[in-house]
């Protein structure tokens, strides 16, 4: 199987949310996936992009992207985040995912980036793996925080805040 990886244009979104929902599913959250193609068209190409995206091609057809951003360390300055890299399932173990890791560190020694961030699931032994693999600092000492929508929502929304 012969792979190009090349920047991702609008024309790969269809193909990039499939494989954002192919993810949802092996990470046992199907339903979780609230995105549309529209949201994505918007946020990523329009007038402030929020994302990027490199796309892995075999024969005009997308087997695998890397969805990053540019982010910003108080302590160390211009970083980037992979937010999710995803290979097909049944592409999956011919070194797509490590020819999107490769690409996505090139790009971001390119851009003077002081690192390249990103998450793995506990449980996700397999990505784990491949991580460890090329050598990546998995660092347990830190707690993920977020609010969802309904909170942030909630919380604007409230009379009296603490």
């Known amino acids: 199987m012969s792979i190009i990886i090349r920047q991702g244009t ?14 949802a599913a092996y990470e046992n959250a199907p339903n979780e996936v609230t995105l549309t193609l529209e949201d994505m068209h918007k946020d990523g190409f329009g007038e402030k992009p929020l ?9 005009g057809s997308i087997q695998g992207m890397a969805l990053y951003f540019y982010s910003y360390s108080t302590w160390k300055g ?4 992979l937010e999710d890299i995803v290979v097909k ?4 173990r011919k070194g797509i995912g490590l020819k999107l890791f490769e690409a996505l560190i090139e790009k971001a020694h390119d851009f003077g980036a002081q690192r390249l961030q990103w998450q793995v699931l506990d449980w996700n032994q397999p990505a784990i793996s491949f991580y460890k693999k090329i050598n990546s600092n998995l660092d347990p000492s830190w707690i993920n925080c977020k609010l969802t929508f309904d909170q942030l929502v909630s919380y604007t929304s409230s009379e009296s805040r603490d």
């Open 10 to 23: 609008a024309d790969d979104l269809p193909a990039v949310l499939q494989l954002i929902k192919e993810l």
């Open 89 to 92: 399932e049944d592409a999956r």
């Open 51 to 59: 994302f990027e995206l490199l796309v892995a091609e075999s024969n």
């Open 78 to 81: 211009k970083c980037i985040y």
